[in-house]
C-alpha cells in the first residue's frame, strides 16, 4: 500500500511540458472532520491548457452518534483543464476530475457490541480551483460517492 501511494504521489513529477510551468504544493483540510483531517495535494501543469494533480489525506470523524469513521487514507489522482492564457493573467482558473480510493477503519462504540472491519471505496472527485499572481493558489475537492469535500491552500513554484 505504501509502495502504491508513493507511486501516485510521483506520477505527475514524471510529465513535463517544453516550457516548465509552475507547480503547486496544496496543503489542505477534510471540511467533515476540520482539523482532524488534514493532507496534501500536488499539482503540475503540463502545457498552456492540461495538468495532472494527486493528493494524500488522512482524517477521523464522527458520522453518527456511535459510529466513528477512523484512519480514513485517501488518495486521489486526477487531470486539470485550465483557463485559456491572456497576455497579462493576474489569476488562472481550472477545473479537474479524478479517481480517488479511501480506505478507513469504521468503528461502532456501542455499550453492548464493537465491530470493527476495514472497508476501500473506489469513487470519483471533481476540483476547481484559481492561481493568484503566479504565487499562491485555493482549491476544492469534492468526491461525489462519498459526500466528501476538502479545501486547500498553496503555493506555486
Partial sequence: MKKLILLLLLIPMFCQAQDMKPNTLYA??????????????????LDSMHGAYTSITYSNHKIQ????????????LGMLRFSKPQSNPLSTVFIGAGFVISRYDPVR?????TV????IYFSGEICAGC???????????????????????????
Wanted: glycine share 4%.
Fill in 28 to 45: 489542505s483540510v477534510n471540511l467533515i472532520s476540520r482539523i482532524n483531517g488534514m493532507g496534501l495535494i500536488y499539482d503540475r501543469q
Fill in 65 to 76: 452518534r456511535f459510529t466513528y469513521q477512523r484512519n480514513n487514507f485517501r488518495v486521489s
Fill in 109 to 113: 462504540s456501542d455499550p453492548l457490541t
Fill in 116 to 119: 470493527q472491519t476495514t472497508t
Fill in 131 to 157: 492561481k493568484f499572481y503566479n504565487s499562491l493558489a485555493v482549491k476544492v475537492h469534492f468526491d461525489w460517492l462519498r459526500n466528501e469535500s476538502l479545501i486547500a491552500l498553496g503555493y506555486n513554484f
